[in-house]
């Protein structure tokens, strides 16, 4: 049959990915560089505009070749943003765009190993905020295109780099105002792809090989604010119930009762069905017949937070205050919840199960934030994103067996580009593991070099694939 894409075509033209010991070197340097700018976002209000700054100044130091190109245009956009328009030599070709975000959380320094700003280097690793989430997308990809440009590589495909500043708390000052540029320009992206799964290692029991995960779709989101008003009073004699004990056991109640397990619907079938592969018996049988075994396996996967996650919406009790005095009946209490909703779910429905859970008509919910799920991108063969990812894993990472569609549990800025494109993959090509992902957000956060220095090397070899990338010659069925 006909290959989707034919490998002969790739001419002289294309540039191996060895870079020398220098660079190397180099690579590792300016991450570290990078980390050690505490460009935090604290809150919609409050971000260290100072180390957003100093950031900008940064790259343009660290990538002299990319600012000076005349085939790259550089724009900061909302003072902190950086849009990059790489001028591709066959303007036919519909171009794409990689994106990464500068803006870390914040890292309070107890339980660091090293401090969470000092990009120090322990045993092959980087430490630091920032070195899986997100600097190190940010860095290799201009450090990718860097390296292309030293070599005289000129790219066919146009594409954009997107680098937001806020994406920590909703990227609505960076990626919405990039997004609302392109769009002022016409632009329709073939694709994008943005942070939001990694290559997974040991997240699934018996299952020895790395899988790589590219996220095709990403939960919606619900800030719901439960309060509870009450005639504040002397605590001597006290109502039978209170504020307190009223939005307490309204929460206690969502808290105890989860949401549907949405398991049967959703790409999760798709990637159940090519994980069956990896498994030997009696696990292959039960993940390819999950019409008889479905219940089996949709209680499996609420057994750990992560897998849970991925079947359901989930609540997070995350705020709580009331009271002002120890012997006054409290007038006020409020709790915030954080519901990630499942792509099988709309936020409306997530709102009625609330009200039908708290069945309270005390407890005023109040929808602080809300936005829905993304559209499921496409993962078949004629997907030019989900290939290109696809093939780059396959040449970069040859331990990698096999290539899955998933679920992005968390947000991402992609959500701010859905008008511009179908195309929207989240993927950080770099192995994770369980105890790297609790450092997303959490302590230690670190990157091994090598496997930083890989991500490079395959953005350096995805920006030349995107070139030749051949679309697809439709299947004839064989007779
Ligand atoms: C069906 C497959 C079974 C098991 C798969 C197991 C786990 C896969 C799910 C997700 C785990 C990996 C990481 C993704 C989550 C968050 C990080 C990405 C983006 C963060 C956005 C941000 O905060 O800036
Ligand atoms: N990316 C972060 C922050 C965020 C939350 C919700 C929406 C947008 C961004 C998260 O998923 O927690
Ligand atoms: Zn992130
Ligand atoms: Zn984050």
Request: hydrophobic content about 40%.
């Amino acid at each position: 049959s006909t290959g989707p894409r034919s490998r002969e075509n790739r001419g002289a033209s294309r540039i191996p990915s060895q870079f020398s010991e220098e660079e190397r070197v180099a690579i590792k340097e300016a991450l570290k560089g990078a980390i050690q700018i505490p460009t935090v976002s604290f809150s919609h209000e409050e971000s260290n505009t100072t180390a957003l700054a100093e950031f900008g100044e940064y790259i343009r130091k660290a990538f002299p070749t990319v600012f000076h190109s005349s085939l790259v245009q550089h724009e900061v956009v909302a003072k902190y943003s950086h849009l990059f328009t790489v001028q591709g030599s066959d303007p036919s070709l519909q171009p794409y765009m990689l994106m990464a975000h500068i803006d870390v959380v914040p890292a309070p320094e107890e339980g660091w190993e090293v401090p969470p700003f000092s990009g120090l280097e322990r045993n092959g690793f980087i430490y630091g905020r920032g070195a899986l989430d997100n600097k190190n997308s940010v860095m290799a990809i201009l450090h990718a295109l860097e390296l292309l440009l030293i070599r005289n590589y000129s790219p066919k495909r146009s594409f954009f780099i997107a680098l937001g500043h806020d994406e920590e708390v909703s990227g609505s000052k960076g990626a919405q105002k990039i997004s609302a540029l392109l769009q002022a320009r016409g632009v329709q992206l073939a694709f994008l792809v943005d942070e939001g799964s990694f290559i997974l290692e040991g997240f699934i029991p018996n299952l020895e090989k790395p899988v790589a995960m590219i996220s095709v779709t990403e939960k919606g989101a619900l800030d719901l604010m439960l309060q509870v008003n009450m005639t504040p009073g002397h605590s001597s004699a006290p109502p039978k119930e209170t504020s307190i004990g009223i939005l307490s056991a309204a929460v206690s109640r969502l808290e105890q009762t989860p949401m549907p397990n949405m398991f049967g619907g959703g790409p999760l079938k798709k990637t159940m069905k090519l994980l069956a592969n990896e498994f030997s018996f009696p696990i292959n049988i039960v993940l390819r017949n999950l019409w008889l075994f479905h219940p089996i396996v949709s209680r499996l996967m609420e057994r750990n937070p992560i897998t849970n996650a991925l079947v359901r919406t989930t609540t997070a009790l995350t705020m709580f205050n009331a009271g002002v005095k120890v012997n006054v009946i409290p007038p006020l209490a409020q709790a915030t919840i954080n519901f990630r909703i499942h792509p099988s779910q709309t936020v409306h429905e997530v709102l009625e199960l609330v009200k039908n859970t708290v069945a309270d008509d005390r407890v005023q919910l109040h929808v602080l934030r809300s936005f829905k799920p993304l559209p499921i991108s496409p993962s078949d063969d004629q997907a030019m994103g989900y290939q290109l990812l696809q093939e780059t894993i396959r040449s970069v990472f040859p331990e990698v067996n096999i290539v899955v569609p998933g679920i992005c549990i968390a947000n991402t800025d992609t959500r701010h580009y859905a008008n511009i494109t179908n195309g929207m993959y989240r993927f950080n090509p770099l192995p994770l593991n369980p105890q790297d992902f609790s450092g997303i957000h959490g302590i230690n956060e670190k990157v091994s070099i090598q496997n930083y220095q890989n991500q490079v090397k395959f953005i350096f070899e995805f920006i030349q694939n995107a070139d030749t990338y051949k679309e697809p010659v439709p299947h004839l069925h064989e007779l």
